[in-house]
Structures are given as structure tokens and as C-alpha cells.
């Protein structure tokens, strides 16, 4: 599985981005795909995720403001972000998960996003 991210790029605080995450290769395997996010000094977190049922989950720092989907004929996932704060500001790194025996996670390359005041 191959993950490419777009979509970063520097807003004011309130204003709206939009990630991008296209996978290809194996991407039948995949169960879950979400977004995670690094701030400087602080540890990798999940803020957003998409089972291939189509459930979701957020972090409670992002819920309402946030919103994950995803296009299957494109093999593409979205993080559609809105209302942004500046502690949004972080890399923000796409995550396929298989549930497989071990479990594995593919990341793609991470894209910054900061959000200034």
C-alpha cells in the first residue's frame, strides 16, 4: 500500500483545509484509513478515522470541526477542516491500518499545517 498526501498549507485561525490522501496497491486490504497529526515536542496522535464500513471516529479536539470521508472510486480520503485553531498547527500524516496477523500500519508522507492567529 502506497499513501499519498496533500492538501497542507498555512491559514489564518478560522479558516478552512482540506487533506488528501490517495492510496493504491493493495488497497483491498485495507480496514481503516485516518489522519494523524504530530506538533512539535509532542507525540503522534490520531484526530481522525474511516473504517471500510464507513464508521468514523475523531479526537475529541476536532469533533465538529473536522470531518473525514472518503471517495472509493478514487481510493481517496478526506479531511475536510474547518474552524482551525492554532493548535491545530502540526504534520498531519495518512495511516492505512491491516487487520492483519500482526496487524500493520502504512503511513504516507506527512504534509504541515499551520494555522496562525
Known amino acids: 500500500v502506497q499513501l499519498q498526501a496533500s492538501g497542507g498549507g498555512l491559514v489564518q485561525a478560522g479558516g478552512s483545509l482540506r487533506l488528501s490522501c490517495a492510496a493504491s496497491?493493495?488497497?483491498?486490504?485495507?480496514?481503516?484509513m485516518g489522519w494523524y497529526r504530530q506538533a512539535p515536542g509532542k507525540q503522534r496522535e490520531l484526530v481522525a478515522a474511516?473504517?471500510?464500513?464507513?464508521?468514523?471516529n475523531y479526537a475529541d479536539s476536532v469533533k465538529g470541526r473536522f470531518t473525514i470521508s472518503r471517495d472509493n472510486a478514487k481510493n481517496t480520503v478526506y479531511l475536510q477542516m474547518n474552524s482551525l485553531k492554532p493548535e491545530d498547527t502540526a504534520v498531519y500524516y495518512c495511516?492505512?491500518?491491516?487487520?492483519?496477523?500482526?496487524?500493520?500500519?502504512?503511513w504516507g508522507q506527512g504534509t504541515q499545517v499551520t494555522v496562525s492567529s
Open positions: 495511516n492505512a491500518l491491516v487487520l492483519d496477523a500482526p496487524p500493520f500500519s502504512y
Open positions: 474511516i473504517t471500510s464500513g464507513g464508521s468514523t
Open positions: 496497491g493493495s488497497i483491498f486490504s485495507i480496514n481503516r
